[in-house]
Nanobody, 117 residues
Framework: QVQLVESGGGLVQAGGSLRLSCAAS????????MAWYRQAPGKERDLVAT???????KYADALKGRFTISRDNAKNTVDLQMNSLEPEDTAVYYCNARGWWNSHNYWGQGTQVTVSS
């Protein structure tokens, strides 16, 4: 069982930055592939970035260059650094953990990011 808690969301002006953090609990955290998703009102939940247990990161094409995902297995955390934020980035951001060996998915409660123009 993996429990995820996101933090770091808030209100920021366009062009600003935020750093989201996902704190995970579980004895096998380092084995999980981690990801950030986001969901805007009336929109689907979209993948933002992934980072594998080995540290390989991938990004949605539109976000590459602005967002950076990282993990610290020693601290059981996954972060999302968001730079040059735009109003289109406004959404609830969710942390996700996937056990590649068992296909189990775990989700955090989400944290709101609002970017004002």
């Amino acid at each position: 069982q993996v429990q995820l808690v996101e933090s770091g969301g808030g209100l920021v002006q366009a062009g600003g930055s935020l750093r989201l953090s996902c704190a995970a609990s579980g004895s096998t955290f380092s084995r999980y592939d981690m990801a950030w998703y986001r969901q805007a009102p009336g929109k689907e939940r979209d993948l933002v970035a992934t980072i594998s247990s080995s540290g390989s990161a991938k990004y949605a094409d539109a976000l590459k260059g602005r967002f950076t995902i990282s993990r610290d297995n020693a601290k059981n955390t996954v972060d999302l650094q968001m730079n040059s934020l735009e109003p289109e980035d406004t959404a609830v951001y969710y942390c996700n953990a996937r056990g590649w060996w068992n296909s189990h998915n775990y989700w955090g409660q989400g944290t709101q990011v609002t970017v004002s123009s």
